[in-house]
């Protein structure tokens, strides 16, 4: 028989630790597929938490594929496959939740651009450039240029030739948006910056053109690289303003898990 709860500890995000203490039993194996788990009314007794803090909890299980719902019945455990790619972003700072998420950029792109640089057709060339120009074209017409920068590196990433990796970039492209809004928001607001994202593009493109792997993979490390050196730089003015609230969907809009 499993083993009565002990109390949540008091502070933000009961309903995480209740869905990590439940998580952890799945797991262990102290709940197996088919086991029901405790009614709300137990689960709210023995955490010590409200009905809502319960159900958010279980909300999160089902969503990382670990329960599911029963009509009438009650909550199941579910047999455990693949676990889904979650994300705990909640308490950590605008600035650094952007920074994270183009070090990840960083991880990725790099092996993008490489792979492009190996694999490219005259059609992704040509593709590339016109992103580039679309990018160019988007910024002197006034605007953020960030549906258009995204959708530079997805140039690449097509030309890489790598389903799975393209499907990565997709899957996180919510996030990988929200991070570019912020550093180009940031840039916008330097003419040296926006001069050294031009000449970043460029040089990326140009290894690519080139069918140089190793010139591509450096020169996206160094795109990558670059971004979080312009946000380290970035006057406090710009996150108490624009970067806070740009941001905002890397910290706050987070689910507790995909």
Known sequence: MLAPFKPALPGAYLSDQVADVLAAQIRAG????????????????Q????????????SRLKSL??????????????????????????????????????????????????????????????HIHKSIANLDKAVLAGGDGVDEDVQYHLAIAE??????LMGTLQYLGQFLEG????????????ADFERQVREEHALIGQAIEAGDPEAARKAATSH?????????????????QTGDELASTLVHGLPASF
């Open 159 to 164: 030309a890489a030739r790598n389903p799975f």
């Open 224 to 240: 990558m690289d670059n971004a979080i050196a312009r946000i380290e730089k970035a006057d406090p003015a710009f996150w108490q």
């Open 47 to 58: 955490f010590s938490v409200s009905r809502t803090v319960v159900r958010e909890a279980l």
């Open 179 to 190: 991070a570019t809004r912020v550093t180009r928001a940031n840039e916008a607001r330097r």
């Open 65 to 126: 594929g670990l329960v599911e719902s029963k009509q009438g019945s009650g909550v199941f455990v579910k047999e455990i496959g693949f676990s889904p790619l979650n994300f705990a972003a909640k308490s950590v700072a605008s600035r650094q939740a952007v920074i994270q998420m183009v070090e990840v950029r960083r991880a990725l792109e790099a092996e993008v651009a490489a792979l492009a640089a190996q694999r490219r057709t005259k059609a992704d060339i040509k």
């Open 30 to 45: 102290r709940l197996i597929a088919g086991d029901k788990l405790p009614t709300e009314a137990t689960l709210v007794d």
